[in-house]
């Protein structure tokens, strides 16, 4: 939930094989795609202003780093390294 409540952010699979970011409106309605990334972005949630959704990702390759962006999708920024961490399995 978006800190005012409005809004849900969350990790789905249901459009690629890949978990991608998605946000919609409290009441369901307004389910819009966040991310479109060759890897896995998963594990989001909201900064305490609900202006920044920080994620998971391993779109860059490898271990899943932590990811910032724009309560919009635009502007993702890598903000971890964690070199030779093993990829986390999609638990499928």
């Not at 998605?22 to 966040?34: E, H, I, Q």
């Amino acid at each position: 939930w978006s800190p005012d409540g409005r809004r849900i952010v969350f990790a789905s699979n249901r459009e690629e094989a890949q978990e991608e970011i998605y946000v919609m409106n409290a009441d369901g309605s307004g389910v819009t795609r966040l991310t479109h990334s060759p890897g896995r972005d998963t594990t989001p949630a909201w900064s305490p202003d609900g202006t920044r959704v920080a994620f998971a990702s391993n779109r860059d390759g490898g271990a899943l780093q932590i990811y910032v962006m724009d309560a919009s999708g635009a502007h993702a920024l890598r903000v971890t390294t964690m070199p030779g961490a093993a990829p986390a399995s999609s638990g499928k």
